[in-house]
């Protein structure tokens, strides 16, 4: 997971969220107000704004592997629609309270029968419902600089709150998800290019390699957040 920063919220958000019609509304109920073509154009610029990819597990949205029924991009929000404490902060058309995410590993078992929905199966957003974070914040780089990989493709961090989201909320190293393989399939290729690299040059190539995957823009790489922490790494111990 790495830091999102926010663009400027779609034309049309902010007079749906003024519109007198919705006074008085649930945070649910106003959020259902939201439709095509402005949810579409919302969820356009949020994928923009992430790079193409789920702000949570970092792979490119929408998956190939989702199935077919399946909204391979949704609209999450960082503080849920239905809180457990019942407040309403505004939450549902704020444009900074939302993220973009897949699908978070829903399958359906056959056409036409309803989905599978076993908890431990279940990633990122769906993972969560409305359960609310610890600590981190996609949007506040400080809540994310405690957390790590491992070689096999697990994510962790040194926080416990950090990784009590991580792991238990939003079950991102969930063992029947692709996610941990893929991950490490994005480090094992980069490895694989540094290994081919002059060790006399080897600094000077994961440090440029680094600040290219800073700089990304739209579309980023998927996984980049492994792949920024290997070379991080690199770069200290090489110094």
């Known amino acids: 997971m790495i ?93 900074n309270n939302l993220f973009a995410v897949c699908h978070g590993n829903v399958k359906k078992r056959m056409k036409g029968m309803r989905r599978v929905r076993t908890t431990d199966d279940l990633t990122c957003d769906k993972h969560r419902e409305n359960t609310e974070f610890r600590k981190i914040n996609p949007c506040k780089k400080e809540t994310l600089q405690t957390i790590f990989y491992t070689l096999d493709g697990r994510i962790d961090a040194s926080d416990p709150d950090v990784r009590f989201d991580l792991v238990n909320t939003l079950n991102l190293n969930c063992a029947s998800a692709p996610l941990i393989a893929e991950r490490k399939a994005a480090l094992d290729e980069l490895i694989n290019e540094i290994g081919k690299v002059d060790i006399k040059f080897l600094h000077t190539y994961c440090s440029e390699m680094l600040n290219a995957f800073l700089e990304e823009g739209n579309p980023k790489t998927p996984y980049v957040g492994i792949l920024m922490w290997y070379l991080q790494t690199m770069v200290k111990a090489l110094s």
């Open 3 to 95: 830091e999102v920063k926010k663009g400027i919220e779609p034309a049309g958000l902010k007079e749906l969220r003024e519109d007198p019609m919705l006074s008085g509304l649930s945070p649910k109920d106003m959020f259902a107000e939201l439709r095509n073509p402005l949810k579409a154009l919302i969820i356009e610029s949020l994928r923009h704004d992430q790079g193409q990819l789920c702000v949570y597990c970092m792979s490119r949205i929408p998956r190939e592997d989702k199935d077919p029924g399946i909204a391979g991009t949704t609209i999450e929000h960082f503080i849920p629609v239905e809180p457990k404490d019942g407040r309403d902060v505004g939450q549902a058309l704020d444009y």
